[in-house]
């Protein structure tokens, strides 16, 4: 697989997401920085910075999610639909290279925002005086391999369903993804054998993106041991790939 | 050498309720488009043209049978390279402005860049959107679009050019655009297969037609080939200074006879008694204005394929 055709569909989806006005995003996201950080201005010192650390990060959370997700499953749906793809597969370009290039274009979109807010974000606290850790920034890094893996989600149902179905179907695995932990101890605890089968094969099955939720600990000022977030960034990348070697043999098998 | 090369090909869809028998798109289709000719793909509604230019492009793959485009099995992405295709009523990226589409179709053809400005420039030039070059898609009309999406399809300057109902929902003028642009398509040596329902387009430029229906291929050869074989060709006769109508000699050869004061009508319903009935009129003191064979249309051909014949008999025969 070349690389200059995924690069050409990758900054041909990042111009998109441009044009479409996603960044406009960042906005939202100062003002609700901003917003808080008056709102809770009454609250003692220590609280206020609290709260202004833990909202930050739960809002850059919040808004990669957001846009993973509902920009993901129009990523090749939409190209569907609208039948754009038809011109675009009849160049001398492979299913897989346009797949990965779509989710590159949107990676790269999420890598701007993420990247922006994270700098909006470490601006703002610094006006407020509050103390910036270097476990904000793992917190980050991890919440952005949770974001990928979102949108390789995202993609994977768009590439055999509708943008609907697509958007329930990962948004419903996004919340289990950070309920695995429970789903194991559903099956420990259950007496059935059927819930505890079921529960199990969920608990390996799903993504654990709890495992990529630092944000509590970052917020208080503990740094993450490098290995565990080594670990976790591998576990989520390689979570991705499957996702994403699965999004490209259902692609390569579709009729247009 | 045979650019595309169809041989019995079958598409069926799953229907989509269980029990239910799968539909037939594809039966057994065959034809054969020769390097450098202008070939129209002639057919109704639903009678399976997209389906074939889609299994041709790859975008589908075919039930049964044998595709080949450019020597190579359709959908092979190095054959792509020299292909231009213009998918039917196309959507493209609004968000691009006219020279932004045309780079990002570049690109993916492998263009570099010193080479693609000079390509864009001629075919901004060429379909007569020069003027429009800096505006976005959004803001083009139907026809600009088609002639926008004319232009990504030979931004690589392909061997072999593949329209869907190129003309399809133009105004006149439009349609006669894209007719010239096809004409010099082949004035520069390359193939061009294209598909339509409106059948004066296939007669006024084509070389070859073949007749689609059903998913079947009915008839194929050179339009005035098909036209004339197995019609009966009617005549028609203008004379004045004669009453046709009381004259039995020629009542009896004339399927109509009309009578508009000095001037009558006659339609023979073949040439076989022309020379008989044109020496009734001067020996009657007629004078004749004028003789007209009529030819057999396309049109006629489309409407009495109703039974069906082996598509690839017809195809090689031709």
Request: a neutral charge.
């Amino acid at each position: 697989m070349t690389m200059r055709q995924v690069v050409v569909i990758a900054l041909n989806t990042f111009r998109e997401n441009l044009r479409d006005k996603i960044l406009y995003n960042l906005l939202f996201f100062a003002l609700l920085l901003i917003g808080t950080s008056v709102l809770l201005a009454d609250l003692t010192v220590m609280e206020h910075h609290k709260m202004v650390t833990d909202m930050g990060l739960a809002a850059i959370n919040l808004i990669g999610v957001i846009i993973a997700i509902f920009v993901g499953i129009g990523l090749v749906s939409k190209e569907i639909e609208r039948r754009t793809v038809y011109t675009i597969m009849a160049r001398p370009i492979s299913r897989t290279q346009f797949i990965w290039g779509k989710y590159l274009g949107l990676a790269l979109t999420l890598l701007v925002n993420v990247v922006t807010m994270l700098v909006v974000y470490l601006t703002t606290l610094w006006l407020y005086r509050a103390p910036v850790h270097g476990a904000l920034l793992q917190a980050v890094a991890l919440i952005f391999v949770e974001l990928l893996l979102v949108t390789a989600l995202a993609l994977f149902f768009s590439t055999f369903s509708t943008s609907t179905l697509s958007a329930i179907l990962t948004f419903g695995l996004y919340v289990i993804g950070h309920l695995t932990n429970d789903l194991k101890g559903v099956a420990e605890q259950s007496k059935s054998e059927t819930v505890q089968v079921v529960m199990t094969g969920l608990y390996y099955l799903c993504p654990n993106l709890e495992a990529l939720n630092v944000k509590g600990q970052a917020a208080s000022g503990v740094p993450v041991e490098m290995s565990y977030q080594m670990l976790a960034s591998v576990y989520g990348l390689l979570y991705t790939a499957l996702l994403m070697t699965a999004a490209c043999a259902v692609f390569r098998r579709r009729d247009f | 050498m045979d650019v595309i090369l169809i041989d019995g090909l079958t598409k069926s869809f799953r229907s989509g309720w269980p029990g239910l028998p799968p539909v037939t798109a594809l039966d057994g289709l065959s034809l054969s488009v020769h390097r450098g000719e202008i070939y129209g793909f002639l057919g109704p509604n639903g009678s399976g043209k997209t389906t074939t230019l889609k299994i041709l492009m790859g975008l589908m793959r075919s039930t049964s049978g044998k595709a080949e485009v450019l020597g190579k099995p359709a959908g092979d992405v190095r054959a792509r390279r020299q292909i231009g295709f213009l998918p039917e009523a196309p959507y493209f990226y609004d968000y691009l402005t006219a020279e932004e589409f045309l780079a990002f179709y570049g690109r993916l053809a492998e263009l570099e860049s010193a080479g693609l400005n000079r390509r864009i420039d001629h075919l901004l030039e060429l379909v007569g959107l020069n003027e429009a070059r800096t505006r976005q898609l959004r803001k083009f009309s139907k026809g600009m679009l088609q002639r926008i999406g004319l232009a990504q399809a030979l931004i690589h300057d392909p061997e072999l050019v593949i329209l869907d109902e190129p003309m399809s929902g133009l105004d006149p003028i439009g349609r006669k655009q894209v007719r010239d642009l096809i004409l010099a398509l082949r004035e520069q040596g390359k193939t061009v297969f294209f598909s339509t329902h409106i059948i004066p387009d296939v007669e006024m430029i084509c070389d070859r037609v073949g007749v689609v229906m059903k998913g079947r291929l009915m008839a194929a050869g050179r339009v005035d080939e098909l036209v004339s074989h197995g019609h009966t060709q009617s005549v028609e006769i203008v004379c004045e200074g004669l009453n046709a109508g009381a004259a039995p000699d020629i009542t009896g050869a004339a399927s109509r006879v009309l009578q508009q004061g000095r001037r009558s009508l006659l339609v023979l319903p073949g040439p076989d008694r022309l020379e008989e009935v044109l020496a009734s009129i001067r020996a009657r003191g007629g004078t004749l204005v004028s003789v007209t064979p009529q030819k057999g249309s396309l049109e006629e051909l489309f409407f009495k394929q109703e039974s069906p014949r082996a598509g690839s008999q017809a195809d090689h025969g031709a």
